[in-house]
């Protein structure tokens, strides 16, 4: 699976333009993910030299990314969409925010086993059960 992750408020808290602190178990699930042969793209706001920065802090932790900001290694940003192809993105803006580093790895693995999307919740340790429909403003 082709994963894109964001980096500030996803692997570091949001402390942009300096990198904040680390996340808990972001890098470790990271790495696992990349064991687990999926490809992981950094994709961030940042750019420059602030990109290089990100991109040293992972490499420092042994994290090393498929492409940054980019659909694949070698692309040429200025020619290519700024729109990339990932088959899921983990990212701090999500709806709800984002999920405890278990709740991603564990939804990760669920869905390349049986093939069907996960709905991912901020806060919760297990994957939500679904809610019975309920009539308008919550009446039956």
Excluded at 6 to 22: L, S
Excluded at 58 to 63: K, Q, T, V
Aim: proline share 6%; glycine share 10%.
């Amino acid at each position: 699976m082709l994963i894109a992750v964001d980096f500030d408020g996803t692997i570091v808290e949001h402390e942009y333009p300096a990198i904040g602190r680390p996340i808990p178990f972001a890098i470790e699930t990271l790495l696992q993910l990349q064991k687990d042969n999926h490809k992981l793209i950094l994709w961030t706001v940042r750019e420059g030299d602030l990109l290089q920065e990100a991109i040293d802090y992972c490499a420092e932790r042994g994290l090393y990314f498929y492409a940054v900001n980019a659909n694949h290694p070698g692309e040429e940003r200025e020619k290519a969409s700024r729109k990339v192809g990932a088959d899921l993105f983990i990212d701090d803006r999500n709806l709800g925010g984002l999920p405890d580093w278990g709740v991603i790895y564990n939804a990760v693995n669920a869905t390349m086993n049986n093939g069907k999307p996960l709905q991912i919740m901020a806060g919760s340790s297990a994957m939500p059960e679904p809610r019975k429909k309920r009539g308008l403003f919550g009446r039956r």
